[in-house]
């Protein structure tokens, strides 16, 4: 027993020690913060944080939950409205970035373009990126104005590259910037080759994207007119005291629990068939 008691102390002891004296783990990203900046930025608010967006998101639902349940007397109403307040600054933001998308997915191959003209006439890859902020598209000049800012101030190209990938938060800007980057470090002549065959492909996949994006809009848009509607007959209906008396009961608040649980999924699903899977950023 003495002995078993002596290993039971010394092990003890060793776990202390190398508590002690371990190095502590890195703490854990939380994931959906990147997320919601890359959102934001797309959607052209880059000066908006997170948390900003965050706290806006409750304080409007807090808000619009407050003044229906003063308009109507009924949490549950209330509840459903302000939910629905809750998630319009989001909604907002997501819509805002989708557009910008789709009408940036356009001007890529133009960008592709110019670096590639401005290899060809023999600027150096900070010189093509920095035309590209004098002659390229006006919505992208900022971004690449930045870059030859913080090239001209710092002198280093890396810090520079990963700065304006974090402005611009696209899957195809990561693309380009990686293949400047890996141009950069392992040399090779076949940068513009390599530059025509990316702005081919970004033209093709813009037509077929297109193409199927005018086939199933009416489906995002009947969609979002399926889902809207009760919620419209609901706000007529609160203006009737019965009715108002009838969703205040237990019943009542079960059947707008349901109606939103329904109109959440019927949504996402609709929504997942009809719209086209934005591309993810591999690169970041």
């Known amino acids: 027993m003495g002995v078993v008691a002596g290993l039971l102390l010394g092990a003890g002891l060793c776990l202390l020690l190398w508590a002690a004296t371990s190095e502590p783990a890195p703490p854990r990203r939380s994931r959906w913060r990147p997320a919601l900046a890359d959102l934001l930025a797309q959607a052209g608010a880059p000066g908006v944080t997170p948390s900003g967006l965050l706290a806006l998101c409750a304080s409007t639902g807090l808000a619009v939950g407050l003044l229906v349940t003063a308009l109507t007397g009924t949490p549950a109403i209330a509840a459903c409205f302000g939910a629905m307040a809750g998630w319009a600054p989001l909604a907002l933001v997501r819509s805002r970035a989708r557009a910008r998308r789709a009408a940036l997915r356009g001007l890529w191959p133009d960008v592709v373009d110019h670096l590639a003209s401005g290899i060809r006439a023999g600027l150096s890859l900070p010189e093509a990126l920095a035309q590209v902020g004098e002659r390229g598209p006006v919505e992208l000049r900022p971004a690449f104005l930045a870059f030859a800012e913080d090239h001209r101030v710092t002198g280093r190209f890396e810090e520079s590259l990963d700065a304006l990938k974090a402005r611009l938060a696209d899957p195809v800007a990561d693309r380009i910037v990686e293949a ?26 813009l037509r077929t994207r297109g193409e199927l994006e005018a086939r199933q809009s ?67």
């Open 180 to 205: 400047l980057r890996l141009t950069r470090d392992v040399g090779g002549s076949d940068l513009g080759r390599l530059l025509r065959t990316l702005a081919g492909f970004l033209r093709t996949d």
């Open 218 to 284: 009416w489906t995002v848009n009947a969609a979002r007119l399926a889902v809207a509607a009760p919620w419209v007959v609901l706000a007529l209906l609160a203006t009737r005291p019965e009715a108002t008396a009838a969703f205040g009961t237990g019943a009542g608040a079960v059947v707008l629990a349901a109606g939103a649980g329904s109109s959440v999924v019927a949504y996402r699903l609709m929504i997942h068939i009809g719209r086209l899977p934005d591309e993810p950023r591999v690169l970041r």
